[in-house]
């Protein structure tokens, strides 16, 4: 799934290529897309709100925003998500050319192009919210805001695995598989510290961990039409991830590779050593 710098690299690009421009139609290839609510699974067609959709027709693209993982997109004064689900992703193409393969909602605009949301999997959506605010709605605060070490302390409690409360969209938004794996490694944290065991220095080093890492990923990041990713078959950027057995970039141990929480975690046991028992 798509992590918070893969998310808000595709905010910049949509915002580069909708600001200002006006919709001249919405085209709703595949009405499941279209939800009520946010929710993977595809809705039954709803009249109501493929015709709220449609009424889109005619507003300005005044604005986006993201929180986490979410993508915020302002069309004339109302805020529709967009959820990039498993295999969400955006495309540009001139509005007279075939829909894309896996099209499901497109954004015909004033200036003769349309821009897709396309979705092989069906998982993502393109959902109503009531104001700006309902973007982050059960999310904790995201990823890229700073925060302390005592800020991220009070976020995680209970006996968990770091890395696994890591992934707790509720606690702190927008870190996945990959990045949470990794700021742990930049933090000299293993994976499997109960979340009770970490101490208040190691708590300080993982949040500035955190806002490096997706800070350096996002900026590692392509243009928006040449994102090309690991599972895509692209050269592996990280440093521990997906490199089991490989040596690690910082002191040349091999990279191990375990199941928490059921996702593989890649991890140095010399640079994250096991934490109190």
């Known amino acids: 799934m798509p992590e918070l710098p893969e998310v808000e690299a595709w905010r910049r690009g949509v915002h580069e290529w909708m600001a200002g421009r006006r919709v001249v139609r919405?085209?709703?290839?595949e009405p499941t897309s279209v939800r009520a609510t946010l929710t993977t699974?595809?809705?039954?067609?709803?009249?109501?709100?493929?015709a709220e959709a449609d009424a889109l027709a005619g507003e300005v693209f005044a604005g986006s925003a993201r929180h986490g993982k979410r993508l915020?997109?302002?069309?004339?004064?109302?805020?529709?998500?967009?959820?990039?689900?498993?295999?969400?992703?955006?495309?540009?193409?001139?509005?007279?050319?075939?829909?894309p393969l896996h099209g499901r909602v497109g954004w015909?605009?004033?200036?003769?192009?349309?821009?897709?949301?396309r979705d092989a999997r069906r998982f993502g959506a393109f959902v109503p919210l009531t104001s700006k605010e309902d973007l982050g709605r059960g999310l904790g605060p995201d990823a890229l805001e700073p925060l302390t070490?005592?800020?991220?302390a009070a976020r995680f409690r209970g006996r968990r695995a770091i890395k696994v409360a890591l992934l707790d969209q509720a606690a702190i938004a927008g870190l996945g598989?990959?990045?949470?794996?990794?700021?742990?490694?930049?933090?000299?944290?293993?994976?499997?510290?109960?979340v009770d065991r970490v101490d208040r220095g190691a708590w300080t080093r993982?949040?500035?961990?955190?806002?490096a890492q997706l800070s350096t990923a996002l900026d590692d990041i392509p243009a928006v039409d040449d994102f090309v990713y690991v599972t895509d078959g692209g050269e592996n950027p990280f440093a521990v991830y997906g490199r089991e057995g490989l040596a690690c970039p910082r002191c040349g141990e091999a990279v191990r590779r375990a199941?928490?929480?059921?996702?593989?975690?890649?991890?140095?046991?010399?640079?994250?050593?096991?934490?109190?028992?």
């Open 26 to 29: 919405l085209r709703v290839e």
């Open 149 to 152: 070490g005592g800020d991220l």
């Open 259 to 277: 199941v928490h929480g059921g996702r593989s975690t890649f991890w140095c046991g010399r640079c994250q050593p096991p934490g109190p028992g």
């Open 177 to 194: 598989n990959i990045h949470a794996a990794e700021a742990l490694w930049r933090a000299g944290i293993a994976p499997d510290t109960r």
């Open 72 to 99: 915020g997109m302002q069309l004339g004064t109302g805020w529709w998500l967009v959820h990039l689900g498993m295999t969400g992703r955006f495309e540009r193409t001139v509005a007279a050319d075939p829909v």
């Open 206 to 211: 993982l949040g500035e961990a955190i806002v």
């Open 108 to 117: 015909e605009l004033d200036d003769g192009h349309t821009v897709w949301f």
């Open 41 to 50: 699974r595809p809705m039954p067609p709803s009249v109501e709100l493929l």
